[in-house]
Nanobody
């Protein structure tokens, strides 16, 4: 059974940093693309960032470019370094996995999801 477990969320002030982690277990993730999505209260879940299996390719939504960095240190752990946080970054952040080498930005393209971790940024 595939499991994705996020951690690292919390309450911070605007301008602070947080690093989210996502640990995958249950199977080999060789060749899997990993991603981060977020869902703010009353809004749809949206794409944040994705990273290829090798870590050599990444993609970001425009609102986080230059502030967030996605990375992976092995086949089963990815991170989202979030700097210069803003109140509008407040959301539940979800880790997702996709059985493909191609980066993707839509929810439908990811087959595995974590339970989410709350990030709250106060002004």
């Amino acid at each position: 059974q595939v499991q994705l477990v996020e951690s690292g969320g919390g309450l911070v002030q605007a301008g602070d940093s947080l690093r989210l982690s996502c640990a995958a277990s249950g199977r080999t993730f060789s060749g899997y693309t990993m991603g981060w999505f977020r869902q703010a209260p009353g809004k749809e879940r949206e794409f944040v960032a994705a990273i290829s299996w090798s870590g050599g390719r990444t993609d970001y939504t425009d609102s986080v470019k230059g502030r967030f960095t996605i990375s992976r240190d092995n086949a089963k752990t990815i991170y989202l370094q979030m700097n210069s946080l803003k109140p509008e970054d407040t959301a539940v952040y979800y880790c997702a996995a996709r059985a493909s080498l191609r980066l993707a930005t839509t929810m439908a393209e990811y087959g595995y999801w974590g339970q989410g971790t709350q990030v709250t940024v106060s002004s």
